[in-house]
């Protein structure tokens, strides 16, 4: 199981990352530069904030230990021309709510604007802030802070900014519990210490539960803009203020909506759902492993369902939304047609995946949930 720590698995199906807004398109590092922030590790649990979520793409780097596997992988099997499960009606797996008699939430009519301000503000103003020497740190702060990590007097590992100083937004960074709180009330130029404990199930078992003291410097306050600019814009690839807007406008919107949608995916009622679709989601997840990393897993499958259950989502919840959604399909009588994978986008997966695969994960990601939301169109 090396490899599997190693690697991040992917999170959810192909598509769902594809086509979903699963992420803004506007996400630089926090200091702008490119470079990965030095600083402690975070703690192992994730962070309720929306710009502040761990990458979900898996290391590049393959492990030393894995077999390279030469097998072909058909993502069809199981699957009709049409990308439903062969053999399976889904309503019958499935009591579907009335769509039309769903109250929807107003964030999902408009886009929230505080959530729409706070991405704007940390990922993008963040990087344009100017140094401000004389500022008292307050809570909603970006600092620009050193420090040195210890344990019982012992410095270790990754818990040292080296000197180089690295941005850190206090209520936003996922640090240690405790540790961003601390720096509020002080100004640039002082050095002082903290203290902080790793939490118990720490990624780091040498860590894990220890009491530390970080050696604190702060270098300066970042005194950020109010406002985005054309300018600004063009460094993510927009052409104006108001286009780099909108996609966060948007990307907030969805991220709204595939949330109602999950919500309504579980409060669902199910019957009897056929043994064949659970094999279907684990030989899936095995096979998209296999085929992105060439391994062969077929000594370690179990080992491999339980760590991909643990860290990225259950079957059974990728087995309930495939039902809702394709149940909803099949009500409305709507299949996707060959222009239509044209249409969204997905013709370049057809070699890779094959039409029936990328037809059933259209359905599921896409025009499922648009019909949830469908009538909002013509109110």
Known sequence: MKRLIALILCAGMFLLCGCAETKPEIEPPVDGSGAEQAGPEPSTEPSTEPSTEPSTEPSTEPADDGEVTEKTFDFG???????????????????LPDLDAIEIPEDCVTPNREEVEY?????????????D???????????????????????????????????VTIGVTNYIEGF?????????????????????????????????VFNITINYVKKAPTTVTDEMA??????????????VEDW?????????????????????????????MEDYIVKEYEMNYGYDLSGE?????????????????????????????????????????????MASYLDRYGAPFVKNQLMIYRLAPDFVFARLETE
């Open 252 to 280: 907030v919107l969805n991220q709204y909506r595939s949330r109602f949608f999950s919500e309504l995916v579980a409060s669902a009622e199910y019957g009897d759902i056929p043994e064949s679709l659970t094999s279907y």
């Open 133 to 167: 020497y004389e500022k008292t740190v307050e809570d909603g702060d970006t600092v620009n802070i050193d420090y040195v990590g210890s344990v019982d007097g012992v410095e270790f590992a990754g818990g040292s900014t080296n000197g180089e100083g690295t941005d």
């Open 77 to 95: 099997e199981g699957l009709t021309e049409d990308g439903f499960f062969d053999g399976i009606r889904a309503l019958d797996c499935v009591t």
């Open 234 to 247: 063009a460094d993510f690839g927009f052409d104006s203020a108001e286009a780099l807007t909108a996609d």
């Open 301 to 345: 499958r179990e080992e491999f369902i339980s760590y991909y259950e643990a860290n990225v989502a259950t079957i059974e919840s990728m087995v309930k939304e495939a039902i809702f959604a394709l149940a909803l399909c099949e009500e409305r009588g709507v299949t996707v047609a060959d222009e239509d994978v044209v249409t969204y986008g």
């Open 180 to 212: 961003l709180p601390q720096l509020i009330g002080h100004k640039p130029g002082e050095n002082f210490d903290i203290d902080v404990t790793f939490p118990e199930d720490y990624g780091n078992t040498d860590l894990a539960g220890a009491a530390a």
């Open 119 to 131: 991405q704007i503000e940390n990922s993008v103003l963040v990087n344009y802030g100017e140094p």
